[in-house]
């Protein structure tokens, strides 16, 4: 209570909330609570500069025993992004926070978002987790869906297949079109994205569990994860996590 009128002065000069909390050594919060109460009060310094901190007490701090109400953001559905999520392999949830913030201007960021729909799903079902070591583990795949190529002769269209490599460790990710998902092409791919990563990593594996390179044709070591079944906990591998993501916002706006 009697550090409002120091409250008041530092922002005059026109320190920061952060600075004056500092300096009055309480929480920015109080601080923040204090020039509201002043602004609806209408005070300013220097014009409080000669009254006591009793007076000002009673203009500026709320009345005891009355909390202050904070408008709390309206809290999403996290059962509808769920849903969504699960039948909709386009949307992710940066669409799904996008939308949120449409129908609700004042509500979370992006990434309170994304923590507060983790934590109620961390509590709806088990999570399989998955530790990685740098360069140990590179996933791979072709994207479920395709993306159209344009030839040069008019109206001749073809589909372009979307090969996706992800380092495990980092998510570090390298993606590319191809004519098709043949075996010139998907060992082409991998012969690229090694150029690009400067290295082989120890193991290369696909999507759904199996070796990429399982037919030996290039030498690479690699080692069998276990498939995923449908009462296994969740386990979802990087390339097609990474694949899904790119495709979203071109593929579920159309």
Known sequence: MRKIKEILRLHALGLSQ???AVSCAIGQATVSEYLKAA????????EIADWGEDRLAETVAPPQGKAVRRVLSPEPDYAGIRHQLQTSKHVTLQLLWEEYRETHPEGYRYSRFCDLYRRWLHS???VLRQEHRAGEKLFVDFA???IPLYSAVPGEVMPAQIFVAVLGASNYTYAEAT????LADWIGAHIRTFEVLGGVPAKCLRNSGTDALSDRRLWIRTRDLPTRHARC????LGADTSARRRNAHPLARK
Do not use: F, M, N, Y
């Open 18 to 20: 952060r600075q004056i």
């Open 39 to 46: 602004q609806v009060a209408g005070l300013k310094w220097p």
């Open 124 to 126: 709806q079902e088990v």
């Open 144 to 146: 479920g869906d395709t």
């Open 179 to 182: 004519a098709t998902q043949g």
């Open 233 to 236: 906990p969740r386990s979802s």
